[in-house]
């Protein structure tokens, strides 16, 4: 019992870090200006700049998706989200990949839902659908990219099915993985195995005898300590974004915007560095359709709404690098092809 006092005390101070370093990004974002009198380099001011505005257009995603991840597992009966899926395998994932349409978070807050999900009973393979088919199944980046392009260059068609199709095969690869949860880190894995972390109904035969934490304490420990873990994540992953927007020249990718193939490619790898929200990448992008062919910009829409920097650092907290090498790549070489597909055929 001194051990479960001790860890109540420890693990809202995870909360609080991460509320005063949000709120600190807030303050500096909003002196920015005054950097030039710090005597920094032009450089490095970018670099902070470009950071901080990551993390300021991400935060509240993140912050929403970790409460939608605290109702998932607590206040949810166990379970509770499988009981409206089909039980045919295929059937069941393709649903799931449309639940973004009912959570829609981009890509940053997809990452603490699906850890709820896995903890409230999806496995891994249909949580990794839901991850990847949720920042472009939801109808927030849909209208967001329809008033960015319409219907104009089959864009917007492209980056819906692609996006659908890419988060059911990669699911259906892993599903043939002969042990799933290895697919997962030590320490997810073992809080995935802990009961109290579940909204199981036996919480509420202990709650209801005043033994055990309210789900109200339950709730704040859990939001706690999913922001310790998920915080840090953007952090690191923001500030890779912003060093490599600021040592690669941006001139480069542009030279190679007319070439059917390069322009996917190079469009591919500025989705990666950018980190965008998918909630708004489509406006992002939109100054460069002028120079891209079409196939670069669906590409650009599709790689970058489910794998870049940020993503990655934030996909760590769950997944082994193993896992996140082959999601990339796999994500990588689908959605060059739905890109190159576009350019030489539409």
Known sequence: MRGDRVGARVIPSGLIVGVVLVALAFLVRGVSPAFDGLGLPDRAQDAVTLALSVIIESAPFVFLGILLSTVVQVWLPHGFLLRFLPRQPLLRRAAISLLGMFFPVCECGNVPLARGFMVGGFTVPESITFLLAAPILNPITIITTHQAFGFSDGILITRIVAGFIIANVIGWLFSRHPDPDSLLTPDFAASCARPETAGHDDHDHDHTHGRGPSR?????????????????????????????????????????????????????????????????????????????????????????????????ALMRTTFTTRTLVQITALVALMSAAAGLLLNYVG
């Open 216 to 312: 109200i304490q339950t709730s704040v420990d859990l939001f706690a300590r999913e922001t310790a873990v998920i915080m840090p994540a953007l952090f690191i992953g923001s500030l890779v974004a912003a060093l490599t927007q600021v040592f690669v020249p941006r001139s480069v990718l542009l030279e190679l915007g007319s070439n059917p193939v390069w322009s996917v490619l190079a469009m591919m790898a500025l989705a990666f560095i950018v980190a965008v929200c998918s909630n708004v990448d489509a406006f992002f992008v939109l100054s460069f359709g002028s120079t891209f062919m079409p196939g670069g910009i669906a590409a650009f829409l599709t790689f970058g709404a489910m794998i870049d920097v940020k993503m990655l």
